[in-house]
């Protein structure tokens, strides 16, 4: 049924930037917060950051200062732009409801940052 769909990720160099979407599959209701989600191989799925409705921010001390998130609350979207990249946030990247539901994890938008 519903879900979230992620995209916008690529391969990119480091210090390369992108900006990933997030829209629900369908019309579905808004969320008062939404997040940022990235997973590793190897290490479980981490919040990256979150963003209210209000468009209140809060971001993981390993990309402060280099991402941002947005949203388009007469879209249902949301955003994450993507700045400075660095090696070490080549993962997958999801968005969710904070907290997560399991339910509407997408498949994600993979994003490599290597040289």
């Known amino acids: 049924q519903v879900h979230l769909v992620e995209s916008g990720g690529g391969l990119v160099q480091p210090g390369g930037s992108l900006r990933l979407s997030c829209a629900p599959s369908r019309n579905i209701f808004s969320f008062n917060i939404m997040g940022w989600y990235r997973q590793t191989p190897g290490k479980e799925r981490e919040l990256v950051g979150s963003i209210s409705r209000g468009g209140m921010t809060k971001y993981d001390d390993s990309v402060k200062g280099r991402f941002t998130i947005s949203r388009d609350n007469g879209k249902n979207t949301v955003y994450l732009q993507m700045n400075s990249l660095k090696p070490e946030d080549t993962a997958v990247y999801y968005c969710?409801?904070?907290?997560?539901?399991?339910?509407?994890w997408g498949q994600g938008t993979q994003v490599t940052v290597s040289s």
């Open positions: 969710n409801r904070v907290p997560m539901e399991a339910d509407y």
